[in-house]
């Protein structure tokens, strides 16, 4: 997998995945890079718990999944993340703990648990 970084100018830096662009800045107009990935953890779990009430036909429309991060004051860094799988009351009880171990499949979620090694350096390019 290849996603190519861009910088279309001022604060943007845009990804490029496959011809999608997901634009980031600093200035408000998209969300930063930080947000973007505290977002993936939530619409990751997301999709888990769409595909589990899809398969068994239940509907989602009033579903949602609130997440909620706690930071260390001193570090700035993101400790703990909480994901509330809010059902009406018409959903299943038999299904509450299975849509949790469903959002728990989370992609995201696993790589942060076993994270992946970086290796970060440059490479020359000629210019065309």
Do not use: W
Not at 59 to 69: A, C, D, G, H, K
Not at 107 to 127: I, Q, R, Y
């Amino acid at each position: 997998m290849e996603i190519e970084i861009t910088f279309p100018g001022g604060l943007e830096v845009d990804a490029n995945l496959g011809g999608m662009i997901i634009p980031t800045n600093q200035d408000g107009t998209a969300p930063t890079p930080f947000a973007l990935f505290l977002a993936s953890i939530g619409t990751c779990a997301g999709i888990y718990v769409l595909n589990f009430c899809k398969q068994r036909g239940l509907p989602t429309e009033n579903i949602r999944i609130v997440q909620r991060m706690q930071t260390n004051p001193f570090t700035r860094m993101v400790e703990k993340v909480e994901l509330d799988i809010q059902v009406p009351p018409t959903f299943p009880e038999k299904y509450k703990a299975a849509v949790i171990r469903a959002a728990d499949q989370c992609a995201v979620k696993k790589h942060l648990e076993n994270p992946p090694v970086f290796d970060v350096h440059t490479s020359v390019v000629e210019v065309v």
